[in-house]
């Protein structure tokens, strides 16, 4: 089956040990193959605009954007339904977001319905308040999980469908505090 959308993801491998086993029974997006991750932009193009010239923008941008360090400090909720981890700082994935949408903007954050798009680690929705605060309970044990942001990742699938598949793979700016490829693993795009 071809892929019918595609999503703008910064996967976060080291959040993975404390909220994997969550992720696989309360996050639908975990059972398409999709890495513990925050969101850049979802929905994004469809597959089939995605071509050279889309890929060397959005290469641009994210060069133009500094890798950088994040906790995931606490966990938080969406109302009574979504459970999530938060980043701090915030304002990178912000960034990258803002830099995505002003290059294409006829692919705004969750397709325009949020006014504020909250950069977040999805653990699980639309589950039982008991199993989510009790993922919650075991999860915050974990923390801090410190991670260092290097690239961007784009991926395309089915909703509901497994699996999603990595497109390509976008590296980040130089660290602002220290030279590129030291002390982060280097990617090639």
């Known amino acids: 089956m071809e892929p019918t959308q595609t999503a703008l993801i910064v996967p976060i491998p080291e959040a993975e040990d404390a909220v994997g086993r969550f992720r696989a029974s309360l996050d639908r997006a975990a059972s398409w193959g ?12 469809p597959p089939q605009q995605i071509d050279e010239q889309a890929l060397a923008v959005l290469r641009e941008a994210f060069a133009g954007i500094p890798r950088f360090d994040v906790v995931l400090t606490h966990v938080d909720w969406f109302g009574d339904a979504v459970l999530w981890l938060a980043p701090r700082p915030d304002l990178p994935f912000r960034d990258l977001t803002e830099a995505v949408w002003q290059r294409f903007p006829q692919a705004p954050p ?3 319905a949020h006014s504020d798009v909250v950069p977040h680690l999805t653990i699980g929705h639309d589950a039982a308040k008991p199993v989510l605060s009790h993922a ?28 999603w598949r990595t497109v390509c793979e976008f590296p980040l700016g130089a660290h602002p505090e220290r030279p590129a490829g030291i002390g982060l693993q280097a990617t090639s795009a």
């Open 34 to 45: 999709v890495p513990a991750h925050v969101t850049v932009l979802y929905p994004f193009l």
């Open 110 to 112: 969750y397709a325009g």
């Open 136 to 163: 919650a309970e075991t999860i915050s044990a974990h923390l801090p999980i410190n991670a260092a942001i290097d690239r961007v990742r784009l991926i395309a699938g089915t909703p509901d469908v497994s699996p």
